[in-house]
């Protein structure tokens, strides 16, 4: 064959019309990404570049070893406040081993298979964590505003709201009142964007218009705030480690107890990330155990160079979507964008006033209290998950990220309580001629989710599949919605499934008409 035809070859077409959908979508991620990579490191209370690393070291490291390939890494919101927390504690010299034994925990959980563990955790504790997050990133960051430093903590910081705005001046325009108007201005840019852009503009992030327009004006007006710092040399970015860089966890065992609160987090995090991508595109589905070593990598290498920690991230992950991504390039390439943008401009990054960052992360914490998961629960399960939703959040911002989600699981443990005698679940899959016959036996609560997501993910993607629920004498929150997940995402992809049971059942689990 010539090499004309070859080019000319149907095969070739998608490939190349592959790549340069990778390509325009990786510019679409790295704008999204370059904001809120410098917003969560400060939200951290570390240097902006430690969130930018991270940034380089998930685009590109993580990228080519993921097991979801549509899925962005890179610091997340959170886990600012944990960080931000442990840093104050412990310095930041701490987070450097800490982060490397977490990564090491990842990776030997990924070899061990334990992804689907991690995808066993309640929504309702998951959504309430995230939530509290939220409130706390928007109370820290409401400080920023100002040019002000966030409290020691989440009540703390929510105590000194009314203080900083009372101690406003309309008449005396001090740096404070000048940062907040360029944070309003971010957030303002942000929110207008996203409901006024035009049709063909719609891939342009609103973090960026929001931070763009503080720039200008802080520059053009010549505005003395606080702009981010950013060293002149990328290596500076990059700690290499000594010799004494496990000193502080021989100093402080007690530190291995965040390396595992890290981990878990981070792991649970990035594993509902994954499974919200593959509900949004028709590829490749997530290998969740090789996502799960890809991400122990990435935190162990930004554990070696002082980075912040890294999971998957929904927000980029959907602008990467939406943008068109084909295939894992356009992670990779988001990486080695940020790299070259850091390693060529860095003065241009100094420009940018801190207030504006924290006004993206005041819009994305905001964004994280969500009532809607609430709400849903409540609706479609009863007043208990609603119960477990809201004593995560209140914990998790009145003591610290652990407590909540231990005793958020601890409560989704109640669940079990009327079915303790009955908790096995059997799950049989039979070939018919006509289908795939999934019968379901027991309980189906989250202790034995692990089992059912490795049946319904190696059914054949051709075939029809009847679920019977017929037996099934219990079924919990968590179980409910992961099959209303798998079976909304298997009529998304145009495969047939009928779902038989008993009303109460069948009233319980989404998508089953």
């Given at each position: 064959?010539?090499h004309?035809?070859?080019?000319?070859?149907p095969?070739?077409?998608p490939?190349?019309?592959g790549l340069?959908?990778?390509?325009t979508?990786?510019?679409?991620?790295?704008?999204?990404?370059m904001p809120?990579?410098m917003?969560?490191?400060?939200?951290s209370?570390?240097?902006?570049?430690?969130g930018?690393v991270?940034?380089?070291i998930g685009?590109?490291?993580?990228?080519?070893?993921?097991?979801?390939?549509l899925?962005?890494?890179g610091?997340?919101?959170g886990?600012?406040v944990?960080?931000?927390?442990?840093?104050?504690?412990?310095g930041?010299?701490?987070?450097g081993?800490?982060?490397?034994?977490?990564?090491?925990?990842?990776?030997v959980?990924?070899?061990?298979?334990?992804?689907?563990?991690?995808?066993?955790?309640?929504?309702?504790?998951?959504?309430?964590?995230?939530a509290?997050?939220?409130?706390?990133?928007v109370?820290?960051q409401?400080h920023i505003?100002?040019d002000?430093?966030?409290?020691?903590?989440g009540?703390?910081n929510?105590s000194m709201?009314p203080a900083?705005v009372l101690?406003?001046?309309p008449?005396d325009?001090r740096?404070?009142?000048?940062?907040?108007m360029?944070?309003?201005?971010?957030?303002?840019?942000?929110?207008g964007?996203e409901?006024?852009?035009?049709?063909?503009l719609?891939?342009?992030p609103?973090?960026?218009?929001g931070?763009i327009?503080?720039?200008?004006?802080?520059?053009v007006?010549g505005?003395?705030?606080?702009?981010?710092a950013?060293?002149?040399?990328?290596?500076?970015?990059?700690?290499?480690?000594?010799?004494?860089?496990?000193?502080?966890?021989?100093?402080?065992p007690?530190?291995?107890?965040s390396a595992v609160?890290?981990?878990?987090?981070a792991?649970?995090?990035?594993l509902?990330?994954?499974?919200?991508?593959d509900?949004?595109?028709?590829g490749?589905?997530?290998?969740?155990?090789?996502e799960?070593?890809a991400q122990?990598?990435g935190?162990l290498l930004c554990?070696?160079?002082?980075?912040l920690?890294?999971t998957g991230?929904?927000v980029?992950s959907?602008?990467?979507v939406?943008?068109?991504?084909?295939?894992?390039?356009s992670?990779v390439?988001?990486?080695v964008?940020?790299?070259?943008?850091?390693?060529?401009?860095?003065?241009?990054?100094r420009?940018?006033?801190?207030?504006?960052?924290?006004?993206?992360?005041?819009?994305?914490g905001?964004?994280?209290?969500?009532?809607?998961?609430?709400?849903?629960?409540?609706?479609?399960?009863g007043?208990?998950?609603?119960?477990?939703?809201?004593?995560?959040f209140?914990?998790?911002?009145?003591?610290?990220?652990?407590?909540?989600?231990l005793?958020?699981?601890?409560?989704s443990?109640v669940e079990?309580l009327?079915?303790?005698?009955h908790?096995?679940?059997?799950?049989?899959?039979?070939?018919?001629e006509?289908?795939?016959?999934?019968?379901?036996?027991?309980?189906?609560?989250?202790?034995?989710l692990?089992?059912?997501?490795?049946?319904?993910e190696?059914?054949?993607?051709?075939?029809r599949?009847?679920?019977?629920?017929?037996?099934?004498?219990a079924?919990d929150?968590?179980?409910a919605?992961?099959?209303?997940?798998?079976?909304?995402?298997r009529?998304?992809?145009?495969?047939?499934?009928t779902?038989?049971?008993p009303?109460p059942?069948?009233r319980a689990?989404p998508?089953?008409?």
């Open positions: 064959m010539s004309a035809a070859a080019a000319a070859s095969e070739a077409a490939v190349r019309g340069v959908r990778d390509f979508a990786s510019i679409v991620v790295f704008l999204v990404a809120l990579c917003g969560i490191a400060i939200a209370g570390v240097p902006p570049e430690k930018l991270t940034g380089i685009g590109i490291v993580v990228g080519l070893l993921a097991g979801s390939p899925q962005v890494s610091p997340a919101a886990l600012a944990i960080v931000f927390e442990f840093v104050r504690d412990n930041l010299s701490a987070l081993p800490v982060l490397l034994v977490a990564g090491l925990i990842q990776l959980a990924g070899v061990a298979r334990l992804g689907g563990v991690f995808r066993a955790i309640s929504p309702a504790v998951v959504h309430g964590m995230l509290g997050i939220g409130a706390l990133i109370v820290g409401f505003l100002f002000a430093k966030p409290m020691s903590n009540l703390a929510l709201i900083r101690g406003l001046s008449f325009w740096a404070s009142e000048m940062a907040l360029l944070g309003l201005v971010t957030i303002v840019g942000m929110i964007w409901k006024l852009k035009p049709k063909a719609a891939l342009v609103g973090a960026l218009i931070v327009a503080a720039t200008v004006l802080a520059a007006l505005l003395p705030v606080a702009r981010i950013v060293p002149d040399s990328l290596s500076a970015a990059f700690a290499v480690p000594g010799g004494a860089f496990l000193d502080p966890l021989m100093a402080k007690a530190l291995l107890v609160a890290i981990a878990f987090i792991s649970a995090e990035t509902l990330s994954a499974a919200a991508v509900r949004m595109h028709n490749v589905r997530t290998d969740y155990n090789k799960l070593r122990g990598v935190n554990g070696m160079v002082g980075a920690p890294m991230v929904i980029r959907s602008a990467n939406q943008a068109g991504a084909q295939s894992r390039w992670a390439l988001h990486g964008w940020i790299l070259g943008f850091v390693a060529l401009l860095p003065w241009l990054l420009e940018v006033p801190m207030a504006a960052l924290g006004g993206v992360l005041v819009v994305t905001w964004k994280l209290v969500s009532l809607k998961h609430v709400k849903h629960l409540f609706a479609n399960y007043p208990l998950p609603a119960a477990i939703w809201a004593v995560t209140a914990l998790v911002v009145s003591t610290d990220l652990l407590t909540g989600v005793v958020g699981m601890a409560l443990l079990l009327p079915h303790v005698k908790l096995n679940l059997g799950v049989h899959a039979q070939e018919h006509d289908a795939t016959r999934v019968e379901l036996k027991g309980a189906a609560t989250f202790l034995r692990t089992k059912l997501n490795a049946v319904l190696d059914l054949p993607a051709d075939r599949v009847h679920l019977d629920l017929g037996r099934v004498k079924i929150h968590t179980t919605e992961t099959l209303g997940e798998w079976l909304a995402r009529r998304q992809q145009g495969n047939a499934v779902v038989s049971g009303e059942i069948l689990v998508h089953t008409a």
